[in-house]
Protein backbone atom coordinates (compact mmCIF):
# COMPACT_ATOMS: atom_id res chain seq x y z
CA UNK A 1 0.00 0.00 0.00
CA UNK A 2 1.39 3.76 -0.67
CA UNK A 3 2.56 5.28 2.45
CA UNK A 4 0.95 8.60 1.51
CA UNK A 5 -2.32 6.57 1.44
CA UNK A 6 -4.16 5.54 4.68
CA UNK A 7 -7.27 3.97 3.19
CA UNK A 8 -7.68 2.16 0.56
CA UNK A 9 -10.96 0.94 -1.08
CA UNK A 10 -11.03 -1.66 -4.10
CA UNK A 11 -13.54 -3.10 -5.88
CA UNK A 12 -16.06 -2.92 -3.30
CA UNK A 13 -19.39 -4.58 -4.21
CA UNK A 14 -22.59 -4.44 -1.08
CA UNK A 15 -25.97 -6.42 -1.69
CA UNK A 16 -29.12 -6.15 0.29
CA UNK A 17 -31.01 -8.95 0.22
CA UNK A 18 -34.98 -7.92 0.21
CA UNK A 19 -38.55 -9.63 -0.14
CA UNK A 20 -38.79 -7.63 -3.79
CA UNK A 21 -34.88 -8.69 -4.88
CA UNK A 22 -31.67 -7.94 -4.67
CA UNK A 23 -30.21 -4.14 -4.06
CA UNK A 24 -27.37 -3.70 -5.84
CA UNK A 25 -26.13 -0.63 -3.30
CA UNK A 26 -22.52 0.08 -4.06
CA UNK A 27 -21.23 -1.61 -7.20
CA UNK A 28 -17.29 -1.96 -8.29
CA UNK A 29 -16.49 1.07 -5.86
CA UNK A 30 -12.53 1.75 -5.49
CA UNK A 31 -11.29 5.03 -3.51
CA UNK A 32 -8.68 6.08 -1.43
CA UNK A 33 -7.81 8.51 1.43
CA UNK A 34 -4.85 9.53 1.64
CA UNK A 35 -3.11 11.45 5.07
CA UNK A 36 -4.09 14.49 6.49
CA UNK A 37 -6.59 14.76 3.59
CA UNK A 38 -10.57 15.53 3.34
CA UNK A 39 -12.16 13.08 1.06
CA UNK A 40 -15.83 14.45 0.04
CA UNK A 41 -18.30 11.83 -1.05
CA UNK A 42 -21.07 13.58 -2.85
CA UNK A 43 -24.46 12.66 -4.66
CA UNK A 44 -27.69 12.09 -3.87
CA UNK A 45 -29.78 10.23 -1.38
CA UNK A 46 -29.45 6.76 -1.75
CA UNK A 47 -26.82 6.63 -4.02
CA UNK A 48 -24.28 4.78 -1.84
CA UNK A 49 -22.62 7.04 0.09
CA UNK A 50 -23.55 5.91 3.99
CA UNK A 51 -23.57 2.27 2.90
CA UNK A 52 -19.90 3.03 2.07
CA UNK A 53 -19.09 4.02 4.95
CA UNK A 54 -20.84 1.59 7.44
CA UNK A 55 -18.89 -0.96 4.84
CA UNK A 56 -15.27 0.63 6.37
CA UNK A 57 -16.19 0.17 10.35
CA UNK A 58 -18.24 -2.98 9.35
CA UNK A 59 -21.66 -1.36 10.06
CA UNK A 60 -23.56 -3.05 7.51
CA UNK A 61 -26.42 -5.16 9.01
CA UNK A 62 -25.60 -8.53 8.20
CA UNK A 63 -28.31 -10.18 7.23
CA UNK A 64 -29.96 -8.33 5.18
CA UNK A 65 -26.41 -6.52 3.79
CA UNK A 66 -24.00 -8.55 2.06
CA UNK A 67 -20.17 -7.07 1.23
CA UNK A 68 -19.63 -9.45 -2.03
CA UNK A 69 -16.15 -9.05 -2.65
CA UNK A 70 -13.87 -6.20 -2.06
CA UNK A 71 -11.23 -5.40 0.23
CA UNK A 72 -10.57 -2.47 2.22
CA UNK A 73 -7.24 -1.99 3.36
CA UNK A 74 -6.30 0.23 6.41
CA UNK A 75 -2.97 0.87 7.28
CA UNK A 76 -1.69 -2.09 5.62
CA UNK A 77 -4.42 -4.07 7.07
CA UNK A 78 -7.92 -6.17 5.65
CA UNK A 79 -10.40 -4.35 7.97
CA UNK A 80 -13.30 -7.07 5.68
CA UNK A 81 -10.75 -10.10 6.46
CA UNK A 82 -10.84 -8.76 10.71
CA UNK A 83 -12.55 -10.43 13.37
CA UNK A 84 -15.22 -8.69 14.91
CA UNK A 85 -13.35 -8.02 18.06
CA UNK A 86 -10.06 -6.43 16.15
CA UNK A 87 -12.77 -3.93 14.25
CA UNK A 88 -14.46 -3.24 17.71
CA UNK A 89 -10.89 -2.04 19.20
CA UNK A 90 -10.58 -0.30 16.02
CA UNK A 91 -13.76 1.91 16.49
CA UNK A 92 -13.25 4.81 18.23
CA UNK A 93 -9.85 4.39 18.26
CA UNK A 94 -8.58 4.81 15.22
CA UNK A 95 -11.50 5.33 13.07
CA UNK A 96 -14.40 7.08 14.59
CA UNK A 97 -17.89 8.84 12.81
CA UNK A 98 -19.87 11.56 13.19
CA UNK A 99 -23.42 10.65 12.43
CA UNK A 100 -26.05 12.57 10.72
CA UNK A 101 -28.39 13.27 13.78
CA UNK A 102 -26.66 14.05 17.35
CA UNK A 103 -30.02 14.03 18.87
CA UNK A 104 -30.39 10.10 18.42
CA UNK A 105 -27.01 9.08 18.45
CA UNK A 106 -26.59 10.47 22.26
CA UNK A 107 -28.16 9.09 25.10
CA UNK A 108 -31.27 11.23 26.55
CA UNK A 109 -30.50 9.90 29.96
CA UNK A 110 -26.80 10.21 30.33
CA UNK A 111 -24.73 13.81 31.13
CA UNK A 112 -22.59 15.04 28.05
CA UNK A 113 -19.69 13.99 30.29
CA UNK A 114 -20.18 11.16 31.34
CA UNK A 115 -20.86 9.75 27.33
CA UNK A 116 -17.62 11.26 26.73
CA UNK A 117 -15.56 10.06 29.22
CA UNK A 118 -17.26 6.27 28.87
CA UNK A 119 -15.24 6.47 25.45
CA UNK A 120 -12.18 6.82 27.29
CA UNK A 121 -12.71 4.61 29.65
CA UNK A 122 -13.45 1.71 27.13
CA UNK A 123 -10.30 2.06 25.01
CA UNK A 124 -7.88 3.85 27.65
CA UNK A 125 -6.33 3.38 31.21
CA UNK A 126 -7.67 6.06 33.72
CA UNK A 127 -9.67 6.57 36.50
CA UNK A 128 -13.00 8.08 36.23
CA UNK A 129 -11.64 11.31 37.56
CA UNK A 130 -9.27 11.73 34.70
CA UNK A 131 -11.72 10.20 32.23
CA UNK A 132 -13.86 13.12 33.13
CA UNK A 133 -11.19 15.78 32.99
CA UNK A 134 -10.16 14.53 29.53
CA UNK A 135 -14.29 14.68 28.40
CA UNK A 136 -13.95 18.59 29.89
CA UNK A 137 -10.84 19.39 27.49
CA UNK A 138 -12.04 18.02 24.70
CA UNK A 139 -15.22 19.55 25.04
CA UNK A 140 -13.11 22.85 25.24
CA UNK A 141 -11.41 21.87 22.25
CA UNK A 142 -14.30 22.04 20.13
CA UNK A 143 -14.92 25.32 21.33
CA UNK A 144 -18.25 24.97 23.35
CA UNK A 145 -18.25 27.91 26.10
CA UNK A 146 -18.24 26.86 29.96
CA UNK A 147 -16.72 22.90 29.26
CA UNK A 148 -16.91 22.18 32.88
CA UNK A 149 -20.62 23.06 33.10
CA UNK A 150 -21.86 21.76 29.87
CA UNK A 151 -20.71 18.31 30.74
CA UNK A 152 -23.10 18.58 33.70
CA UNK A 153 -25.84 18.57 30.85
CA UNK A 154 -28.44 16.13 29.15
CA UNK A 155 -28.24 16.31 25.52
CA UNK A 156 -31.50 17.75 25.40
CA UNK A 157 -30.28 21.25 27.14
CA UNK A 158 -27.73 21.61 24.37
CA UNK A 159 -28.49 23.26 21.05
CA UNK A 160 -28.43 20.96 17.42
CA UNK A 161 -24.69 22.92 17.33
CA UNK A 162 -23.42 21.75 20.24
CA UNK A 163 -24.46 18.49 19.95
CA UNK A 164 -23.10 17.86 17.30
CA UNK A 165 -19.89 19.59 18.64
CA UNK A 166 -20.41 17.08 21.32
CA UNK A 167 -20.16 14.06 18.31
CA UNK A 168 -17.02 16.03 17.02
CA UNK A 169 -15.46 15.42 20.29
CA UNK A 170 -16.87 12.03 21.09
CA UNK A 171 -14.78 11.12 17.48
CA UNK A 172 -11.92 13.19 18.80
CA UNK A 173 -11.49 11.04 22.13
CA UNK A 174 -9.04 8.55 19.96
CA UNK A 175 -5.37 7.85 21.60
CA UNK A 176 -4.29 7.69 17.61
CA UNK A 177 -6.19 9.65 15.59
CA UNK A 178 -6.85 8.05 12.22
CA UNK A 179 -9.89 8.83 10.21
CA UNK A 180 -12.77 10.23 11.20
CA UNK A 181 -15.85 9.64 8.78
CA UNK A 182 -18.42 12.32 9.06
CA UNK A 183 -21.73 11.14 7.65
CA UNK A 184 -24.02 14.55 6.44
CA UNK A 185 -22.59 16.32 9.81
CA UNK A 186 -24.20 19.51 9.17
CA UNK A 187 -27.70 18.34 7.19
CA UNK A 188 -29.47 19.78 10.38
CA UNK A 189 -27.87 22.48 11.11
CA UNK A 190 -29.11 25.76 9.77
CA UNK A 191 -26.43 27.85 7.73
CA UNK A 192 -24.41 29.78 10.63
CA UNK A 193 -24.00 26.81 12.39
CA UNK A 194 -22.81 24.94 9.51
CA UNK A 195 -20.08 27.14 8.75
CA UNK A 196 -18.90 26.89 11.96
CA UNK A 197 -18.87 23.30 11.75
CA UNK A 198 -17.33 23.18 8.77
CA UNK A 199 -14.56 25.60 9.88
CA UNK A 200 -14.38 23.55 13.56
CA UNK A 201 -13.70 20.13 11.08
CA UNK A 202 -10.70 21.43 9.23
CA UNK A 203 -9.15 23.53 11.64
CA UNK A 204 -9.21 19.95 13.90
CA UNK A 205 -8.15 18.28 11.38
CA UNK A 206 -4.93 20.02 10.74
CA UNK A 207 -4.34 20.09 15.02
CA UNK A 208 -4.34 16.48 15.15
CA UNK A 209 -3.33 15.01 11.63
CA UNK A 210 -6.40 12.70 10.89
CA UNK A 211 -7.66 12.47 7.54
CA UNK A 212 -11.82 12.90 7.12
CA UNK A 213 -14.52 10.65 4.90
CA UNK A 214 -16.87 13.77 4.37
CA UNK A 215 -20.60 12.25 3.39
CA UNK A 216 -22.46 15.13 1.71
CA UNK A 217 -25.01 16.01 -1.11
CA UNK A 218 -24.06 19.60 -0.46
CA UNK A 219 -21.92 21.02 -2.90
CA UNK A 220 -21.52 24.24 -0.82
CA UNK A 221 -19.75 22.14 1.82
CA UNK A 222 -17.75 20.69 -0.63
CA UNK A 223 -16.60 23.53 -1.83
CA UNK A 224 -15.52 24.97 1.40
CA UNK A 225 -14.36 21.81 3.09
CA UNK A 226 -12.70 19.27 0.87
CA UNK A 227 -9.34 18.39 -0.80
CA UNK A 228 -10.73 15.56 -3.63
CA UNK A 229 -13.76 14.33 -4.32
CA UNK A 230 -15.52 11.47 -5.52
CA UNK A 231 -18.86 11.81 -7.22
CA UNK A 232 -21.55 8.68 -6.71
CA UNK A 233 -24.45 7.99 -8.50
CA UNK A 234 -26.51 4.55 -8.26
CA UNK A 235 -23.95 2.95 -5.92
CA UNK A 236 -21.23 3.77 -8.60
CA UNK A 237 -18.77 5.75 -8.93
CA UNK A 238 -18.65 8.42 -11.82
CA UNK A 239 -16.84 11.19 -11.75
CA UNK A 240 -13.23 11.86 -9.28
CA UNK A 241 -10.94 14.50 -8.78
CA UNK A 242 -9.30 17.52 -6.67
CA UNK A 243 -11.86 20.06 -5.64
CA UNK A 244 -11.12 22.25 -8.22
CA UNK A 245 -11.19 19.89 -11.18
CA UNK A 246 -14.41 18.86 -9.92
CA UNK A 247 -15.35 23.00 -9.64
CA UNK A 248 -13.62 24.52 -12.53
CA UNK A 249 -13.89 21.52 -14.90
CA UNK A 250 -17.05 19.22 -14.24
CA UNK A 251 -17.15 16.49 -16.76
CA UNK A 252 -19.67 13.72 -16.25
CA UNK A 253 -22.95 14.92 -17.42
CA UNK A 254 -24.28 13.83 -13.46
CA UNK A 255 -21.65 16.41 -11.89
CA UNK A 256 -22.67 19.19 -14.54
CA UNK A 257 -26.65 18.54 -13.54
CA UNK A 258 -25.85 18.68 -9.88
CA UNK A 259 -23.42 22.16 -10.11
CA UNK A 260 -26.19 23.25 -12.83
CA UNK A 261 -28.59 22.56 -10.13
CA UNK A 262 -27.31 25.20 -7.80
CA UNK A 263 -28.59 28.77 -7.62
CA UNK A 264 -26.33 31.50 -8.94
CA UNK A 265 -26.39 34.99 -8.70
CA UNK A 266 -25.31 35.68 -12.04
CA UNK A 267 -27.34 32.70 -13.76
CA UNK A 268 -30.55 33.45 -11.91
CA UNK A 269 -33.36 36.15 -11.53
CA UNK A 270 -35.89 36.10 -8.64
CA UNK A 271 -38.25 34.98 -11.31
CA UNK A 272 -36.33 32.54 -12.79
CA UNK A 273 -36.68 28.42 -11.95
CA UNK A 274 -33.73 26.45 -10.98
CA UNK A 275 -32.54 23.75 -12.99
CA UNK A 276 -33.34 20.25 -12.25
CA UNK A 277 -31.94 16.91 -13.64
CA UNK A 278 -34.49 15.27 -16.06
CA UNK A 279 -36.25 12.05 -14.70
CA UNK A 280 -35.77 9.85 -11.97
CA UNK A 281 -33.34 8.08 -10.17
CA UNK A 282 -33.44 4.36 -11.40
CA UNK A 283 -34.74 1.18 -9.64
CA UNK A 284 -31.18 -0.38 -7.37
CA UNK A 285 -33.88 -3.53 -7.74
CA UNK A 286 -33.77 -3.73 -11.37
CA UNK A 287 -29.99 -1.86 -12.82
CA UNK A 288 -28.26 -3.30 -15.94
CA UNK A 289 -25.20 -3.57 -16.60
CA UNK A 290 -25.04 0.01 -18.59
CA UNK A 291 -24.29 3.09 -17.23
CA UNK A 292 -27.44 3.58 -14.42
CA UNK A 293 -27.26 7.39 -15.46
CA UNK A 294 -27.95 6.71 -19.15
CA UNK A 295 -32.25 7.16 -18.79
CA UNK A 296 -31.28 10.59 -17.23
CA UNK A 297 -28.67 11.93 -19.82
CA UNK A 298 -28.85 13.67 -22.59
CA UNK A 299 -25.81 12.49 -24.38
CA UNK A 300 -26.64 8.89 -24.10
CA UNK A 301 -27.05 5.97 -26.90
CA UNK A 302 -27.60 2.10 -27.34
CA UNK A 303 -23.69 1.99 -26.14
CA UNK A 304 -24.63 3.32 -22.61
CA UNK A 305 -27.20 1.20 -21.74
CA UNK A 306 -25.04 -2.32 -22.52
CA UNK A 307 -21.96 -2.21 -20.62
CA UNK A 308 -20.61 0.28 -17.52
CA UNK A 309 -18.20 2.67 -19.38
CA UNK A 310 -14.23 2.63 -18.49
CA UNK A 311 -12.21 5.47 -16.85
CA UNK A 312 -11.47 8.33 -19.57
CA UNK A 313 -8.23 9.96 -18.00
CA UNK A 314 -9.18 14.22 -18.35
CA UNK A 315 -6.07 15.16 -16.35
CA UNK A 316 -3.75 14.16 -13.61
CA UNK A 317 -5.96 12.64 -10.91
CA UNK A 318 -9.14 14.13 -12.68
CA UNK A 319 -11.11 10.87 -13.92
CA UNK A 320 -14.45 10.44 -15.37
CA UNK A 321 -16.54 6.89 -15.88
CA UNK A 322 -18.73 7.93 -19.33
CA UNK A 323 -18.99 6.45 -22.55
CA UNK A 324 -19.80 9.94 -24.50
CA UNK A 325 -16.71 11.76 -22.76
CA UNK A 326 -15.56 13.31 -25.92
CA UNK A 327 -19.30 14.53 -26.46
CA UNK A 328 -19.41 16.15 -23.14
CA UNK A 329 -16.21 17.98 -24.09
CA UNK A 330 -17.32 19.21 -27.21
CA UNK A 331 -20.50 20.44 -26.21
CA UNK A 332 -18.61 22.11 -22.80
CA UNK A 333 -16.19 23.87 -24.96
CA UNK A 334 -13.14 25.28 -23.81
CA UNK A 335 -12.33 25.84 -20.17
CA UNK A 336 -13.32 29.51 -19.07
Request: net charge negative; with cysteine; glycine share 6%.
Amino acid sequence: MDEKKLLSIENINVHFNTRRGVVKAVRDLSLHINKGETLALVGESGCGKSVTAHTINQLIPMPPGVIESGSVMFRDRDLLKLPLKEIQKLRGTQISMIFQEPMTSLNPVFKIGEQLADVFLAHQKMTKKEAHAKAVELLDLVKIPSPEKRAMDYPHQLSGGMRQRVMIAMALASPEPGLMIADEPTTALDVTIQAQILDLLTDLKDKVDMSILLITHDMGVVAETADRVVVMYAGRKVEEGTVFQIFDNPSHPYTLGLLNSLPSNEKYSDSSRLEAIPGNVPDLLSLGEGCPFANRCNYADDSCEKSFPHSTCIEEEHNIWCHKADDVKKTKGPKS
